[in-house]
């Protein structure tokens, strides 16, 4: 089956709607997909919608932006993303977001970069931003946009409160999903991700990203 089981729409820091990215999928051959937005669920049924007229199995997911001393991300499957209590914790996850983005905005400000972007926008990420930056010429390209701005050593980067790893792990079991862990070469490179797996594993971890670009 050839499938792909980390996917971002507009509702996080995607460059197509919900519909779109299934017809996307739909046109590459792909059998199986799974939408994983950053820290929301508000994508999911449209893209269920489409997957399931177009002949394609869904997968509901989510990436949760976590943290320890640097950014950790977990990614959670076949929750029940409807329920209540759910979308309540999600909400205190959304709340840390826009913190972070509000911050950022303050910096840019300070920095007396008129960037136009509304910090306080649902589903805005730093992909998002990075877009803005290019599309006004304020940056070249995405990657200079977070060497410059963005990444942990540009000039706006602000790191945030976030929700433990362990808490996202929890999180996504407590309500019946797949816990998996992303984007794992960078943990390669610096040595921690056989922590990560021992330390997750306790708490509920089932997987790990295998094939990432």
Known sequence: MKADLHIHTSA???SMAPREVVKWAKSEGLEAIA??????????????DEAEKSGIAFVPGIELSARTTKEIHILGYNFDYH????????????????????????RFAELGVETGIDFEAHGLGRMNM???????????????????????KG?????????TPIEAVK???????????????????????????GGLKPFGLDGVDTEYP
């Open 12 to 14: 996080s820091d995607g």
């Open 83 to 106: 329920d209540r209590d759910f979308l309540d914790e999600l909400e205190s996850v959304k709340a840390l977001r826009t913190e972070r983005n509000v911050q950022i905005g303050k």
């Open 130 to 152: 990075a877009r803005v930056l290019v599309q006004k010429g304020i940056c070249r390209d995405i990657a200079e946009a977070f060497e410059k701005y963005l990444g942990p």
């Open 35 to 48: 939408v994983t937005d950053h820290d929301t669920v508000s994508g999911l049924d449209e893209a269920k």
């Open 171 to 197: 999180l996504i079991k407590k309500f019946g999903g797949f816990v998996s862990l992303a984007h794992p070469k960078k943990y390669i490179t610096d040595g921690t991700l056989d922590m990560l797996i």
């Open 155 to 163: 000039a706006a980067y602000c790191e945030t409160k976030r929700i």
